[in-house]
């Protein structure tokens, strides 16, 4: 059973850090894209970052470049998301989802879901 956890979201100030962990199981980790994606309230999901556990390329969307890194750590199936410079845009539940077809900023490529981490910033 494919099975991904998400976690490390919190309240921060704006100008704060967090990290968040996905931490993946059930398929073959090297395979697949892990993606980050994140929904405001009364906002659609939008792609954060995505990398690729097998080559390790990453992507991000323009509102982070500069302030969110991706990284994987393949021995422990795991995948970060750090946050530095956070705004209070940025609140939103995060989700991490894993596609078999590589990373990718489209969500529709993604069948594996994470439940979601909830990060608030204040301003």
């Known amino acids: 059973e494919v099975q991904l956890q998400a976690c490390g979201g919190g309240l921060v100030q704006a100008g704060g850090s967090l990290r968040l962990s996905c931490a993946a199981s059930g398929f073959t980790f090297d395979d697949y894209g892990i993606g980050w994606f994140r929904q405001a309230p009364g906002k659609e999901r939008e792609g954060v970052s995505c990398i690729s556990s097998s080559d390790g390329s990453t992507y991000y969307a323009d509102s982070v470049k500069g302030r969110f890194t991706i990284s994987s750590d393949n021995a422990k199936n795991t995948v970060y998301l750090q946050m530095n410079s956070l705004k209070p845009e940025d609140t939103a539940v995060y989700y991490c989802?894993?596609?078999?077809?590589?990373?990718?900023?489209?969500?529709?490529?993604?069948?594996?879901w994470g439940q979601g981490t909830l990060v608030t910033v204040s301003s």
């Open positions: 989802a894993a596609s078999a077809l590589g990373a990718t900023m489209h969500a529709s490529w993604y069948k594996h």
